[in-house]
């Protein structure tokens, strides 16, 4: 009782378009969205994890954070961010029992993936379910 086991940040906005033709006002929306609010649930869940010494995190993340595509780089920029404080916040808390997990969806392009992820395999696992889209969990 009391106890809070699992937080799922799965909140999204996608963004397209070109930089240029970008408002301010979407872009920050975008990062408020993608990145800021994971920012603040983690913020809130995490001194209760700690205090128990055990809990998951799984942000939703995306293929488009390791690598910009264009007309979508704010998309891909945010979700790089959430990526990257991911794998920080994972070092900072695994002493305390709390685990921190990527899930992201890609369209099946099965070699290009495994080409992109392979850079990471001396320090990530990937594990895919084969589905119409493969989720990929990135083991922190």
Do not use: H
Not at 51 to 69: K, P, R, V
Not at 93 to 114: A, I, S
């Amino acid at each position: 009782e009391g106890r809070l086991d699992i937080v799922i940040n799965n909140a999204g906005v996608g963004i397209t378009g070109p930089l240029e033709e970008t408002p301010a006002s979407e872009i920050k929306n975008n990062f408020e969205t993608n990145l800021f609010g994971p920012i603040e649930v983690m913020k809130a869940v995490l001194p209760q994890m700690r205090e128990q010494n055990s809990g998951l995190i799984i942000n939703i993340t995306s293929i488009a954070g390791y690598m910009g595509l264009p007309y979508r780089g704010v998309y891909s920029a945010s979700k790089g961010a959430l990526e990257i404080i991911t794998e920080a916040i994972s070092m900072e808390v695994k002493n305390f029992g709390v685990t921190m997990r990527q899930l992201f969806k890609v369209r099946l392009m099965k070699n290009r993936m495994e080409i992109r992820c392979s850079k990471w395999t001396n320090t990530l696992t990937v594990e895919a379910i084969q589905m119409k889209w493969q989720w990929l969990f990135i083991r922190l």
